[in-house]
């Protein structure tokens, strides 16, 4: 069984318990998912801290990256949403960090990659269009309703337009969390395939080794793919959040 579990590219996204806890019949429990969302909020709110603890005129390395990333997701923002959607940025940049270091961490061997799974992402997501749809009302009352209505669509097409438009806005989240879940999901499947590759061809001696050259180089290639995919993922989730909030704030088409 151990064996099989070397190389069972499912294997790593099993959620086991840590800590088992049931109340009123729910089950609880702190597992390894949730360690390693505690690990994630830990390291990214301790760089930061650290980072720019001296605040020094001229920055270090480490406080250059707080700050570049600082200004990355604030002029993002800015671009999506105008200078009305600062009072979105700690949301924003919250949800940046979290799932670009989630996924930075499900790059090292036998860490867990919490953003393989759909319910995280999909929390996430709902956490966005919440957001939306709360400040949406709440600003614009029954005005914020326009944003399913275009400007200059025939009245015959209305209804039909109309209809799209909240079937585009409901399946939000679904796409928002479906898109990260999936590319994390099946990068790291892959990663494990081959990475089981190598050790199996290396296990059948020198001819197996010189056969496990190849799997070894691809597996070299989709780590550094999957160290791309986890800036990109997390760019892609912080954009979209950004262009949805720029809804809430200007529902008019």
């Known amino acids: 069984m151990a064996a099989a579990d070397k190389v069972d590219p499912i294997h790593q996204f099993q959620i086991h318990p840590i800590i ?20 994630t909020i830990v390291l990214a709110s301790a760089f930061l801290y650290w980072s720019t603890a001296s605040r020094a005129l001229i920055p270090g390395r480490l406080q250059s990256v707080s700050e570049m990333a ?9 671009d999506a949403a105008g200078k009305q959607g600062m009072q979105f940025f700690p949301l924003v940049f919250s949800l940046f960090m979290f799932v670009l ?30 957001t939306v749809v709360v400040y949406g009302f709440a600003k614009h009352g029954l005005g914020f309703l326009k944003l399913f209505v275009p400007h200059g669509v025939p009245g015959l097409l209305l209804p039909l337009v109309v209809a799209i438009e909240v079937i585009s806005f409901v399946s939000r989240p679904v796409s928002l969390s479906v898109r990260l879940f999936a590319n994390m999901l099946a990068g790291h499947i892959t990663l494990k395939v081959f990475s089981g590759f ?7 001696g020198a001819v197996g080794i010189a056969g496990s050259i190849l799997p070894l180089a691809m597996a070299v290639a989709l780590t550094a793919l999957e160290l791309l995919v986890a800036f990109l993922q997390a760019y892609v989730f912080a954009v979209l959040t950004c262009m949805y909030l720029n809804d809430a704030l200007h529902p008019s088409h």
Not at 70 to 77: A, D, K
Not at 198 to 204: I, K, N, P, Q, T
Request: hydrophobic content about 55%; cysteine-free; aromatic content about 16%.
């Open 198 to 204: 190598v050790v199996s061809l290396g296990a059948l």
């Open 70 to 78: 600082y200004e990355f997701v604030g002029n993002m923002l800015r």
């Open 101 to 130: 270091v989630a996924n930075l961490i499900g790059l090292f061997p036998y860490f867990f990659t919490v953003t393989s799974h759909i319910i995280v992402t999909f929390t996430l997501a709902i956490l966005v269009i919440g």
């Open 20 to 39: 088992p806890l049931h109340i009123g019949g729910y089950d609880v429990s702190f597992t390894n998912s949730s360690l390693f969302m505690v690990v």
